[in-house]
């Protein structure tokens, strides 16, 4: 058998990424009103999440905000056995962690986002779950602790 070779080294990666006031608009609602916003294109009326300037089918302007419910629905799923750092909170992230796209009630599109469940036997395509919300928000996407399985 050959001996692996393992050399540690860590990475520092310093990024910005810019939004603009569709993202502040948005983060402002997650804190302040544990509200989850999309926005509505005029013109083939598909709702946005996260939201976006500019519709990905027409192209046209979005400035339509809407409520969209914190209940969703599960169309991809999976259990991630690598730990990372966490690109929302800047900390470990043990593994075993769920990961789904899960296209929230209101919204046309899908949004990425960790799971409470990480058994990949209990985890199915349209199951119904809701967000778990941090009692202290502090305006970031981590507002949303994760999602779980709504009891039937």
């Known amino acids: 058998m050959t001996e692996l070779l393992r050399i540690s080294h860590t990475m520092n990666m310093d990024w910005r990424y810019g939004t603009s006031w ?46 969209v419910k914190d ?19 800047g900390q470990p992230r043990p593994a075993p962690y769920g990961m ?7 919204a046309d599109t899908t949004i990425n986002f960790y799971l409470a469940e990480n058994d990949a036997a209990k985890l199915h395509i349209g199951m119904r779950v809701r967000a778990v919300w941090r009692e202290q928000r502090t305006g970031t996407l981590s507002d949303i602790v994760h999602f779980k399985e709504v009891s039937s």
């Open 22 to 67: 569709y993202f502040a608009k948005f983060i402002r609602a997650l804190q302040d009103k544990r509200l989850i916003l999309g926005l509505r294109c005029p013109v083939c009326r598909r709702v946005y999440l996260p939201p976006r300037p500019v519709c990905g089918n027409c192209y046209a302007e979005m400035r339509e905000w809407v409520e």
């Open 71 to 89: 209940i969703g629905t599960v169309l991809a799923a999976t259990v991630v056995h690598v730990p990372i750092i966490d690109p929302l909170t």
């Open 100 to 106: 789904a796209l899960i296209q929230l009630d209101g």
